[in-house]
Protein backbone atom coordinates (compact mmCIF):
# COMPACT_ATOMS: atom_id res chain seq x y z
CA UNK A 1 0.00 0.00 0.00
CA UNK A 2 1.34 3.32 -0.96
CA UNK A 3 0.29 6.50 1.06
CA UNK A 4 1.02 10.47 1.59
CA UNK A 5 2.37 12.39 3.83
CA UNK A 6 -1.47 12.98 5.07
CA UNK A 7 -2.34 9.36 5.57
CA UNK A 8 0.94 8.80 7.15
CA UNK A 9 0.80 11.53 9.31
CA UNK A 10 -3.11 10.17 10.60
CA UNK A 11 -2.24 6.82 10.98
CA UNK A 12 1.85 8.10 12.83
CA UNK A 13 3.54 5.27 14.69
CA UNK A 14 0.61 2.26 13.80
CA UNK A 15 2.92 1.21 10.61
CA UNK A 16 6.23 1.10 9.75
CA UNK A 17 6.96 2.59 6.52
CA UNK A 18 9.82 3.11 3.77
CA UNK A 19 9.77 6.33 1.67
CA UNK A 20 9.75 5.74 -1.66
CA UNK A 21 9.77 9.76 -3.25
CA UNK A 22 7.87 12.04 -4.85
CA UNK A 23 4.50 10.19 -6.76
CA UNK A 24 3.33 11.77 -10.08
CA UNK A 25 -0.32 11.34 -9.40
CA UNK A 26 -3.33 11.89 -12.32
CA UNK A 27 -4.40 15.37 -11.90
CA UNK A 28 -2.18 16.79 -9.56
CA UNK A 29 0.50 19.47 -10.62
CA UNK A 30 3.03 18.70 -8.82
CA UNK A 31 4.78 15.21 -7.57
CA UNK A 32 3.58 13.90 -4.31
CA UNK A 33 5.73 12.42 -1.63
CA UNK A 34 4.76 8.85 -1.07
CA UNK A 35 5.58 6.02 1.53
CA UNK A 36 5.23 2.34 1.49
CA UNK A 37 3.60 0.43 4.48
CA UNK A 38 5.43 -2.56 5.28
CA UNK A 39 3.68 -3.76 8.31
CA UNK A 40 2.47 -3.09 11.51
CA UNK A 41 4.50 -1.51 13.95
CA UNK A 42 5.34 -2.87 18.06
CA UNK A 43 3.55 0.28 19.24
CA UNK A 44 1.48 -0.46 22.35
CA UNK A 45 -1.60 1.10 21.49
CA UNK A 46 -2.84 3.85 19.25
CA UNK A 47 -2.96 5.61 22.30
CA UNK A 48 1.14 5.57 22.29
CA UNK A 49 1.14 6.13 18.56
CA UNK A 50 -0.62 9.52 18.68
CA UNK A 51 0.83 10.76 21.50
CA UNK A 52 4.89 9.96 20.61
CA UNK A 53 5.57 6.92 22.52
CA UNK A 54 7.37 5.36 20.33
CA UNK A 55 10.82 5.76 18.83
CA UNK A 56 10.30 8.43 16.18
CA UNK A 57 13.07 8.28 14.21
CA UNK A 58 11.81 4.91 12.81
CA UNK A 59 8.86 6.69 11.08
CA UNK A 60 10.68 10.12 10.12
CA UNK A 61 7.91 12.07 12.53
CA UNK A 62 8.67 14.73 15.24
CA UNK A 63 8.66 13.28 18.83
CA UNK A 64 5.29 14.57 20.66
CA UNK A 65 5.59 14.80 24.73
CA UNK A 66 2.51 14.17 26.53
CA UNK A 67 0.29 16.72 27.63
CA UNK A 68 0.09 17.53 30.98
CA UNK A 69 -2.50 14.78 33.12
CA UNK A 70 -5.22 17.15 35.00
CA UNK A 71 -8.34 17.29 35.77
CA UNK A 72 -9.14 13.52 36.62
CA UNK A 73 -8.10 13.12 40.24
CA UNK A 74 -11.79 11.77 41.15
CA UNK A 75 -11.46 9.08 38.69
CA UNK A 76 -7.85 8.15 39.32
CA UNK A 77 -8.94 8.13 42.75
CA UNK A 78 -11.88 5.54 42.07
CA UNK A 79 -9.88 3.51 39.83
CA UNK A 80 -7.76 2.95 42.67
CA UNK A 81 -10.24 2.61 45.83
CA UNK A 82 -12.10 -0.61 43.44
CA UNK A 83 -8.59 -2.12 41.86
CA UNK A 84 -7.93 -2.70 45.74
CA UNK A 85 -11.40 -3.59 47.18
CA UNK A 86 -11.45 -7.00 47.23
CA UNK A 87 -8.12 -7.94 45.30
CA UNK A 88 -8.76 -11.80 46.01
CA UNK A 89 -11.27 -12.02 43.73
CA UNK A 90 -12.18 -10.40 39.80
CA UNK A 91 -13.32 -6.82 39.77
CA UNK A 92 -14.34 -5.04 36.58
CA UNK A 93 -14.30 -1.24 35.85
CA UNK A 94 -16.21 0.40 32.37
CA UNK A 95 -14.24 3.89 32.04
CA UNK A 96 -16.67 5.21 29.65
CA UNK A 97 -16.50 8.36 28.09
CA UNK A 98 -17.10 10.31 24.49
CA UNK A 99 -14.58 9.92 21.51
CA UNK A 100 -11.24 12.56 22.50
CA UNK A 101 -12.42 12.77 26.54
CA UNK A 102 -9.47 11.14 27.83
CA UNK A 103 -10.19 7.13 27.92
CA UNK A 104 -6.76 6.32 26.90
CA UNK A 105 -5.44 8.35 28.74
CA UNK A 106 -6.46 7.94 32.31
CA UNK A 107 -5.77 4.09 31.44
CA UNK A 108 -2.10 5.03 30.33
CA UNK A 109 -1.71 6.63 33.81
CA UNK A 110 -3.55 3.75 35.76
CA UNK A 111 -1.26 1.50 34.12
CA UNK A 112 1.72 3.16 35.05
CA UNK A 113 0.64 2.66 38.61
CA UNK A 114 -0.25 -0.99 38.19
CA UNK A 115 3.37 -1.23 37.06
CA UNK A 116 4.57 0.23 39.75
CA UNK A 117 3.32 -1.94 41.98
CA UNK A 118 4.51 -5.21 39.89
CA UNK A 119 0.86 -6.25 38.51
CA UNK A 120 1.74 -7.93 35.25
CA UNK A 121 -0.36 -5.68 32.62
CA UNK A 122 -2.07 -7.94 29.41
CA UNK A 123 -3.30 -5.28 27.18
CA UNK A 124 -5.21 -5.14 24.15
CA UNK A 125 -7.26 -3.33 21.64
CA UNK A 126 -10.79 -3.33 19.16
CA UNK A 127 -10.51 -1.57 16.29
CA UNK A 128 -13.10 -0.34 13.68
CA UNK A 129 -13.05 -3.56 11.73
CA UNK A 130 -12.66 -5.71 15.14
CA UNK A 131 -16.51 -7.17 14.35
CA UNK A 132 -15.24 -8.85 11.32
CA UNK A 133 -12.31 -10.44 13.41
CA UNK A 134 -12.71 -13.43 16.04
CA UNK A 135 -10.97 -12.47 19.66
CA UNK A 136 -9.50 -9.33 18.02
CA UNK A 137 -8.38 -7.62 20.92
CA UNK A 138 -7.28 -10.85 22.66
CA UNK A 139 -4.85 -11.60 18.93
CA UNK A 140 -2.76 -8.44 20.75
CA UNK A 141 -2.93 -9.74 24.31
CA UNK A 142 -1.33 -12.70 22.81
CA UNK A 143 1.17 -11.07 20.61
CA UNK A 144 2.26 -8.78 23.30
CA UNK A 145 2.13 -11.47 26.24
CA UNK A 146 4.37 -14.19 23.93
CA UNK A 147 6.57 -11.07 22.51
CA UNK A 148 6.15 -11.47 19.23
CA UNK A 149 7.47 -8.99 17.23
CA UNK A 150 6.39 -7.61 13.72
CA UNK A 151 8.23 -9.29 11.01
CA UNK A 152 8.89 -12.76 12.80
CA UNK A 153 9.27 -15.79 10.88
CA UNK A 154 6.07 -18.27 11.37
CA UNK A 155 9.05 -20.60 12.80
CA UNK A 156 10.41 -17.84 15.39
CA UNK A 157 6.52 -17.04 16.40
CA UNK A 158 6.20 -21.28 16.81
CA UNK A 159 9.19 -21.01 18.58
CA UNK A 160 8.24 -18.06 21.16
CA UNK A 161 5.02 -19.72 21.59
CA UNK A 162 5.65 -22.82 22.49
CA UNK A 163 8.46 -21.43 24.73
CA UNK A 164 5.75 -19.74 26.59
CA UNK A 165 3.29 -22.25 27.17
CA UNK A 166 5.78 -24.59 28.18
CA UNK A 167 6.39 -21.95 31.02
CA UNK A 168 2.66 -21.47 32.05
CA UNK A 169 2.28 -25.34 32.13
CA UNK A 170 0.19 -25.69 28.70
CA UNK A 171 2.69 -27.13 25.82
CA UNK A 172 0.08 -29.27 24.42
CA UNK A 173 0.46 -29.41 20.70
CA UNK A 174 -3.20 -27.98 20.09
CA UNK A 175 -2.65 -25.23 22.13
CA UNK A 176 0.18 -24.27 20.16
CA UNK A 177 -1.92 -24.98 17.22
CA UNK A 178 -4.68 -23.25 18.36
CA UNK A 179 -2.36 -20.23 19.24
CA UNK A 180 -0.83 -20.05 15.96
CA UNK A 181 -4.30 -20.56 14.11
CA UNK A 182 -5.85 -17.40 16.36
CA UNK A 183 -2.79 -15.39 14.75
CA UNK A 184 -3.92 -16.71 11.14
CA UNK A 185 -1.21 -18.70 10.90
CA UNK A 186 -0.22 -22.37 9.94
CA UNK A 187 -0.91 -24.93 12.54
CA UNK A 188 1.32 -28.18 12.70
CA UNK A 189 0.11 -30.42 10.67
CA UNK A 190 -2.91 -32.25 11.67
CA UNK A 191 -3.17 -30.20 14.82
CA UNK A 192 -6.71 -29.40 14.49
CA UNK A 193 -7.63 -31.78 11.24
CA UNK A 194 -10.91 -32.63 11.50
CA UNK A 195 -12.50 -30.01 14.05
CA UNK A 196 -14.95 -27.36 12.37
CA UNK A 197 -15.05 -23.80 12.94
CA UNK A 198 -17.70 -23.60 15.64
CA UNK A 199 -15.07 -26.18 17.51
CA UNK A 200 -11.78 -24.33 17.28
CA UNK A 201 -13.63 -21.17 17.85
CA UNK A 202 -14.73 -22.67 21.14
CA UNK A 203 -11.64 -24.15 22.06
CA UNK A 204 -9.85 -21.05 21.53
CA UNK A 205 -12.03 -19.00 24.18
CA UNK A 206 -11.29 -22.17 26.40
CA UNK A 207 -7.93 -21.76 25.84
CA UNK A 208 -7.22 -17.88 26.41
CA UNK A 209 -9.22 -18.16 29.29
CA UNK A 210 -6.84 -20.67 30.90
CA UNK A 211 -3.60 -18.41 29.79
CA UNK A 212 -5.56 -16.07 32.15
CA UNK A 213 -5.77 -18.38 35.07
CA UNK A 214 -2.42 -20.15 34.29
CA UNK A 215 -1.03 -16.57 34.01
CA UNK A 216 -2.45 -15.21 37.59
CA UNK A 217 -0.58 -17.95 39.28
CA UNK A 218 2.85 -16.11 38.73
CA UNK A 219 1.61 -12.60 40.03
CA UNK A 220 -1.22 -10.30 40.18
CA UNK A 221 -2.94 -9.50 36.97
CA UNK A 222 -4.61 -7.08 35.31
CA UNK A 223 -6.18 -6.97 31.96
CA UNK A 224 -6.48 -3.78 29.81
CA UNK A 225 -8.62 -3.70 26.57
CA UNK A 226 -9.58 -0.31 24.81
CA UNK A 227 -12.52 0.43 22.84
CA UNK A 228 -14.87 -2.14 23.53
CA UNK A 229 -17.81 -0.31 21.26
CA UNK A 230 -15.99 -2.19 18.42
CA UNK A 231 -15.99 -5.37 20.35
CA UNK A 232 -16.44 -8.49 18.20
CA UNK A 233 -19.05 -10.95 19.48
CA UNK A 234 -16.37 -13.59 20.21
CA UNK A 235 -14.38 -11.44 22.65
CA UNK A 236 -17.79 -10.37 24.25
CA UNK A 237 -18.68 -13.70 25.10
CA UNK A 238 -15.01 -14.59 26.48
CA UNK A 239 -15.42 -11.28 28.61
CA UNK A 240 -18.80 -12.34 30.13
CA UNK A 241 -18.05 -16.18 30.55
CA UNK A 242 -15.00 -15.03 32.82
CA UNK A 243 -16.79 -11.93 34.62
CA UNK A 244 -19.55 -14.74 35.46
CA UNK A 245 -17.56 -17.54 36.57
CA UNK A 246 -17.27 -18.98 40.31
CA UNK A 247 -13.62 -19.80 39.49
CA UNK A 248 -12.01 -16.88 38.31
CA UNK A 249 -8.74 -16.50 39.25
CA UNK A 250 -8.01 -12.93 41.09
CA UNK A 251 -7.97 -10.62 38.15
CA UNK A 252 -8.30 -6.76 37.51
CA UNK A 253 -10.17 -5.78 34.01
CA UNK A 254 -10.22 -2.49 33.23
CA UNK A 255 -12.24 -1.63 29.65
CA UNK A 256 -12.91 1.79 27.91
CA UNK A 257 -15.95 2.59 25.62
CA UNK A 258 -17.65 4.98 24.17
CA UNK A 259 -21.24 6.00 25.80
CA UNK A 260 -23.62 4.21 23.41
CA UNK A 261 -21.71 0.55 24.21
CA UNK A 262 -23.77 -1.65 27.29
CA UNK A 263 -21.68 -4.27 28.35
CA UNK A 264 -23.31 -7.16 29.08
CA UNK A 265 -22.27 -8.01 32.58
CA UNK A 266 -23.44 -3.99 33.90
CA UNK A 267 -25.01 -4.00 37.01
CA UNK A 268 -23.14 -7.54 38.61
CA UNK A 269 -21.84 -6.84 41.94
CA UNK A 270 -18.12 -7.39 40.86
CA UNK A 271 -17.98 -4.24 37.98
CA UNK A 272 -18.33 -0.40 38.43
CA UNK A 273 -18.22 2.19 35.70
CA UNK A 274 -16.00 5.27 35.69
CA UNK A 275 -18.02 8.47 34.06
CA UNK A 276 -15.41 11.02 31.98
CA UNK A 277 -17.11 14.67 32.06
CA UNK A 278 -15.58 17.16 29.74
CA UNK A 279 -12.71 19.42 31.69
CA UNK A 280 -12.68 22.38 33.50
CA UNK A 281 -12.01 25.52 31.12
CA UNK A 282 -8.84 25.78 33.76
CA UNK A 283 -7.32 22.34 33.39
CA UNK A 284 -8.14 22.42 29.28
CA UNK A 285 -5.99 25.84 29.46
CA UNK A 286 -3.16 24.12 31.24
CA UNK A 287 -2.85 21.38 28.42
CA UNK A 288 -3.00 24.21 25.90
CA UNK A 289 -0.30 26.39 27.34
CA UNK A 290 1.62 22.94 27.73
CA UNK A 291 1.84 23.36 23.57
CA UNK A 292 2.07 26.95 23.08
CA UNK A 293 4.72 27.93 20.76
CA UNK A 294 7.64 30.04 21.70
CA UNK A 295 6.38 33.83 21.48
CA UNK A 296 2.59 33.02 21.41
CA UNK A 297 0.47 34.99 23.31
CA UNK A 298 -1.26 32.48 25.77
CA UNK A 299 -3.81 35.53 26.90
CA UNK A 300 -5.47 35.55 23.29
CA UNK A 301 -4.34 31.86 21.73
CA UNK A 302 -5.78 30.15 24.98
CA UNK A 303 -9.16 31.31 25.37
CA UNK A 304 -9.67 30.90 21.76
CA UNK A 305 -8.88 26.98 21.71
CA UNK A 306 -10.22 26.39 25.12
CA UNK A 307 -13.37 27.81 23.95
CA UNK A 308 -13.40 25.40 20.24
CA UNK A 309 -12.16 22.38 22.65
CA UNK A 310 -15.00 22.68 25.27
CA UNK A 311 -13.49 20.35 27.67
CA UNK A 312 -12.50 17.53 25.16
CA UNK A 313 -8.37 17.12 25.82
CA UNK A 314 -7.65 15.62 22.37
CA UNK A 315 -9.72 18.20 20.25
CA UNK A 316 -7.57 21.10 22.48
CA UNK A 317 -4.33 19.28 21.69
CA UNK A 318 -5.05 19.23 18.08
CA UNK A 319 -6.59 22.85 17.33
CA UNK A 320 -3.22 24.10 19.14
CA UNK A 321 -0.87 21.61 17.37
CA UNK A 322 -2.92 23.03 14.18
CA UNK A 323 -2.42 26.88 15.05
CA UNK A 324 1.33 26.15 15.48
CA UNK A 325 1.79 24.29 12.57
CA UNK A 326 -0.01 27.36 10.82
CA UNK A 327 2.06 29.59 12.51
CA UNK A 328 5.47 27.76 11.39
CA UNK A 329 4.18 27.89 7.58
CA UNK A 330 4.29 31.37 7.69
CA UNK A 331 8.02 30.75 7.02
CA UNK A 332 8.89 34.43 9.42
CA UNK A 333 12.03 34.74 11.44
CA UNK A 334 10.08 36.26 13.66
CA UNK A 335 8.03 34.62 16.91
CA UNK A 336 4.78 34.00 15.88
CA UNK A 337 2.10 36.53 17.77
CA UNK A 338 -1.41 36.31 18.84
CA UNK A 339 -2.17 38.77 15.66
CA UNK A 340 -1.18 36.17 13.09
CA UNK A 341 -2.89 33.10 14.52
CA UNK A 342 -6.12 32.45 12.76
CA UNK A 343 -9.21 30.42 14.01
CA UNK A 344 -9.09 27.36 11.65
CA UNK A 345 -11.52 27.68 9.15
CA UNK A 346 -11.31 23.76 8.70
CA UNK A 347 -10.82 21.57 11.27
CA UNK A 348 -7.64 20.08 11.93
CA UNK A 349 -7.11 16.28 10.14
CA UNK A 350 -7.31 14.46 13.00
CA UNK A 351 -10.48 15.91 14.65
CA UNK A 352 -11.97 16.13 11.14
CA UNK A 353 -11.56 12.31 10.48
CA UNK A 354 -12.74 11.44 14.25
CA UNK A 355 -16.01 13.21 13.90
CA UNK A 356 -16.32 12.18 10.36
CA UNK A 357 -16.18 8.59 11.44
CA UNK A 358 -18.32 8.74 13.98
CA UNK A 359 -21.31 10.47 11.79
CA UNK A 360 -20.60 8.48 8.79
CA UNK A 361 -21.41 5.30 11.30
CA UNK A 362 -25.06 6.58 12.12
CA UNK A 363 -28.38 5.01 10.16
CA UNK A 364 -28.68 7.16 7.36
CA UNK A 365 -32.44 8.59 9.03
CA UNK A 366 -30.43 10.12 11.79
CA UNK A 367 -27.73 11.61 10.08
CA UNK A 368 -30.09 13.68 8.10
CA UNK A 369 -32.12 14.66 11.14
CA UNK A 370 -28.75 15.23 12.87
CA UNK A 371 -27.45 17.53 9.85
CA UNK A 372 -31.19 19.43 9.65
CA UNK A 373 -30.45 20.09 13.34
CA UNK A 374 -27.16 21.21 12.32
CA UNK A 375 -28.93 24.25 10.23
CA UNK A 376 -31.18 25.47 12.94
CA UNK A 377 -27.83 25.83 14.80
CA UNK A 378 -25.64 24.32 18.26
CA UNK A 379 -29.28 24.10 19.88
CA UNK A 380 -32.95 23.22 18.92
CA UNK A 381 -36.52 22.29 20.20
CA UNK A 382 -38.03 19.74 19.08
CA UNK A 383 -41.08 21.93 17.54
CA UNK A 384 -38.92 23.69 15.35
CA UNK A 385 -36.61 20.57 13.98
CA UNK A 386 -40.36 18.66 13.94
CA UNK A 387 -41.45 21.46 11.36
CA UNK A 388 -38.17 21.06 9.57
CA UNK A 389 -38.31 17.04 9.61
CA UNK A 390 -42.32 16.37 9.86
CA UNK A 391 -41.04 13.57 11.68
CA UNK A 392 -43.86 13.58 14.32
CA UNK A 393 -44.18 11.83 17.41
CA UNK A 394 -40.89 9.53 16.19
CA UNK A 395 -38.99 12.28 16.54
CA UNK A 396 -38.72 12.42 20.25
CA UNK A 397 -37.77 8.85 19.81
CA UNK A 398 -34.73 9.56 18.18
CA UNK A 399 -33.75 12.27 19.59
CA UNK A 400 -34.01 10.14 22.88
CA UNK A 401 -31.42 7.24 21.10
CA UNK A 402 -28.91 10.25 19.69
CA UNK A 403 -28.88 11.20 23.82
CA UNK A 404 -27.85 7.92 24.36
CA UNK A 405 -25.30 8.13 22.09
CA UNK A 406 -24.33 11.02 23.53
CA UNK A 407 -24.33 13.52 20.46
CA UNK A 408 -27.10 15.75 21.73
CA UNK A 409 -28.30 16.58 25.19
CA UNK A 410 -31.87 17.86 26.18
CA UNK A 411 -32.59 20.75 28.35
CA UNK A 412 -35.04 19.60 30.72
CA UNK A 413 -35.96 23.25 31.82
CA UNK A 414 -36.40 24.72 28.25
CA UNK A 415 -37.55 21.57 26.03
CA UNK A 416 -34.21 22.35 24.16
CA UNK A 417 -31.90 19.85 23.02
CA UNK A 418 -28.43 20.99 21.92
CA UNK A 419 -25.27 18.89 20.31
CA UNK A 420 -23.27 17.68 22.96
CA UNK A 421 -20.32 19.62 21.30
CA UNK A 422 -20.14 22.21 18.94
CA UNK A 423 -17.26 20.55 16.69
CA UNK A 424 -20.25 17.69 16.20
CA UNK A 425 -22.26 20.05 14.70
CA UNK A 426 -19.84 21.76 12.46
CA UNK A 427 -19.16 18.01 10.71
CA UNK A 428 -22.64 17.50 10.40
CA UNK A 429 -22.94 20.87 8.77
CA UNK A 430 -20.16 20.86 6.46
CA UNK A 431 -20.92 17.27 5.73
CA UNK A 432 -23.97 18.48 3.77
CA UNK A 433 -23.77 19.06 0.09
CA UNK A 434 -23.37 22.90 -0.97
CA UNK A 435 -26.71 22.92 -2.98
CA UNK A 436 -28.42 20.91 -0.37
CA UNK A 437 -27.03 23.40 2.71
CA UNK A 438 -28.16 25.99 0.23
CA UNK A 439 -32.04 24.53 0.22
CA UNK A 440 -31.75 24.25 3.55
CA UNK A 441 -30.51 27.49 4.57
CA UNK A 442 -33.36 28.96 2.52
CA UNK A 443 -35.84 27.59 5.23
CA UNK A 444 -37.51 29.80 7.18
CA UNK A 445 -35.69 31.30 9.56
CA UNK A 446 -36.20 29.91 13.34
CA UNK A 447 -38.31 32.90 14.29
CA UNK A 448 -40.63 32.70 11.76
CA UNK A 449 -40.87 29.13 11.81
CA UNK A 450 -41.65 29.26 15.94
CA UNK A 451 -44.44 31.72 14.59
CA UNK A 452 -45.82 29.53 12.41
CA UNK A 453 -45.71 26.55 14.93
CA UNK A 454 -47.51 28.86 17.64
CA UNK A 455 -50.47 29.61 15.57
Known sequence: MIVARSTRD??????????????????????????????????????????????????DLPMRSLSPFVGRGREMDALRKFATAEAGSIRVIDIVGE?????????????????????????????PDSKETAFRPFIEVVRRSFRLRAGFSEEEVARELE??????????????????????????QGVLQGLSDVVVGQRKRELLIRLVYERSRFSPLALLLEDLHWIDL?????????????SSPPLLIVTTSRPEYRPTW?????CSAVSLEPLSAADTGRIVESHLALGMDASAVV????????????????????????????GSDAAPQAGSINPPTVLPATVQALLATRVDRLAPADKSLLQAASVIGRHFSIELLEAVTNLGANLAVRLTALEQLDLVRRDESSRE???????????????????RRGWACSLPAPSAL??????
Request: some cysteine; proline content about 5%.
Open 99 to 127: PGIGKSRLLHEFRGELMRQNVYVLAGSCW
Open 417 to 435: FGFKHALVRDALYASLLGA
Open 163 to 188: HGLTLLGLAEAEDLGLLMNLLGLASP
Open 303 to 330: PLVVGKAEGNPLFAEEIINYLVEQADQQ
Open 10 to 59: LARGLFEYRAIGPVALEGSPEPVDAWQVLRASDTASRFDARSGRYRAERF
Open 450 to 455: SAAIAM
Open 234 to 246: ASQQLLAELIASK
Open 266 to 270: EGQPN
